[in-house]
């Protein structure tokens, strides 16, 4: 039996993208990240550090019915118009923030500036929400990091699977 292939969603969130003033650099890494991970994505967006513009797109993705992923890309840093996790708990209906966590903890291998990222994970719905950091390393890296686990995130939370075999 063929193993359904996981839909997903990359929203990269910046002022700059969103207004033409720059190069999204980061979303395509993710894009191509979700396809050599087996994924069809459905949407690719970038939306300004609005917390909440993001919020709406997230809902609207969540809602759509056979989205599993939706993984956002900037805005989890410490400026001011970082809003991409307040955005994202607004549209949580439960945590998961192992993921999060994994990515922080071995990240941190690699540089000190992992500890400022203020990243989560969670789910609404059947759909499972992670924000990755905004640069176009940190996608590669991070998105590498969760692969693994996330396949078995989004067979559990999509109920393609129901077991922890």
């Known amino acids: 039996m063929l193993k359904p292939v996981p839909v997903a969603v990359a929203i990269t969130v910046s002022d700059s993208c969103s207004a033409g003033q720059r190069e999204d650099r980061s979303g395509p890494v993710l894009v191509e990240a979700l396809r050599e991970w087996g994924a069809e994505v459905l949407a690719h967006e970038c939306l300004p550090d609005d917390r909440i513009r993001i919020a709406e797109r997230l809902r609207h993705f969540a809602s759509v019915g056979g989205v599993d992923l939706i993984v956002t890309t900037g805005g989890t840093g410490f400026s001011p118009r970082d809003v991409t996790p ?3 708990r607004d549209v949580l209906e ?3 923030p192992g993921l999060a966590e994994l990515i922080r903890m071995r990240s941190l291998e690699k ?3 992992a500890a400022l990222s203020r ?3 969670g789910i609404r719905g059947r759909t499972i929400i992670l924000n990755l950091p905004g640069s176009p390393k940190g996608v ?3 998105f590498e990091i969760v692969r693994g686990p996330l396949a078995h995130a989004v067979d559990l939370a ?3 699977k129901t077991r922890h075999d």
Do not use: H, I
């Open 86 to 88: 307040e955005a994202t």
């Open 94 to 96: 439960r945590d998961a």
């Open 111 to 113: 540089t000190p500036m």
């Open 119 to 121: 990243a989560v994970c």
């Open 140 to 142: 590669a890296e991070t």
């Open 158 to 160: 999509s109920e393609r």
